[in-house]
């Protein structure tokens, strides 16, 4: 079956490190998707890109988060420095998509299990 | 600003009970998605409902989205263990191509 592949699966590091995770969307898939999860917050989005164009980063803290997309099979996102309350489990979703992204169905990678000491 | 909520939070339910989760949106949805997340795992798309109104089968689970298009519900028959996982609503917000997620249901089921 067709999964989305994301790297590191765990990570742990100290405050202020640069955490880079990175996500293989579906092959075809033309939409990609970032996801904060924790318990208080739930599912948050953080950024999303089509065709690998970013339509909208407005639920990242700009400040020290950065989400590209170097080719049609990977995407990061990146933290520097990063600080404890960036401790969550972040997934990467994709999805075939026309007109609007969100009428679609979207397909989680196993996600990368973040803690920043 | 537009919200989906679900309800219960929480449900334990011994195996073989029913159980169903609501979801309710502050405003008009143009579809409603349902996802599974088992402990430990990913959400997995369920389904979309698209039509006012609409009902949809899937073996023991029925969802149904609502003539107002603003609130839904996924009902599971005769629960199992494998049933076990929290179950996420989301809705688009508005024509952002984003998804709003619910804060999900967790299903506990006793065997």
């Known amino acids: 079956d067709a999964r989305v592949t994301q790297t590191p699966r765990h990570k742990v590091t100290e405050m202020g490190q640069e955490v880079t995770m990175r996500c293989q969307p579906i092959?075809?898939?033309?939409?990609v998707f970032w996801y904060r999860q924790t318990m208080m917050q739930g599912l948050e989005l953080l950024a999303y890109?089509?065709?690998?164009?970013?339509?909208?980063d407005s639920g990242m803290p700009k400040d020290r988060f950065s989400a590209e997309m170097p080719d049609a099979t990977l995407a990061t996102l990146k933290i520097q420095p990063s600080e404890p309350r960036d401790s969550a489990v972040y997934f990467c979703?994709?999805?075939?998509?026309?007109?609007?992204?969100?009428?679609?169905?979207?397909?989680f990678g196993d996600g990368t299990r973040l803690s920043i000491l | 600003g537009q919200q989906v909520m679900q309800i219960p939070q929480y449900q334990h339910v011994q195996e073989g009970e029913d159980f169903t989760t609501y979801c309710n949106s502050s405003?008009?949805?143009?579809?409603i998605q349902w996802y599974k997340q088992r402990p430990g795992g990913h959400p997995v798309f369920l389904i979309q409902?698209?039509?006012?109104?609409e009902v949809k089968k899937q073996k023991r689970l029925t969802f149904q989205f609502g003539e107002a298009k603003k609130n839904s519900s996924l009902h599971i028959t005769a629960t199992q263990t494998t049933d076990v996982g929290t179950y996420f609503c989301?809705?688009?917000?508005?024509?952002?191509?984003?998804?709003?997620f619910g804060q999900g249901t967790t299903l506990q089921v006793k065997p």
């Open positions: 979703a994709s999805g075939l998509t026309q007109g609007i992204p969100s009428n679609q169905p979207q397909h």
């Open positions: 092959l075809g898939h033309n939409t």
């Open positions: 890109f089509r065709n690998r164009a970013p339509l909208d």
């Open positions: 405003t008009t949805l143009s579809n």
């Open positions: 409902l698209v039509k006012s109104g």
């Open positions: 989301a809705g688009p917000r508005g024509n952002t191509g984003k998804l709003i």
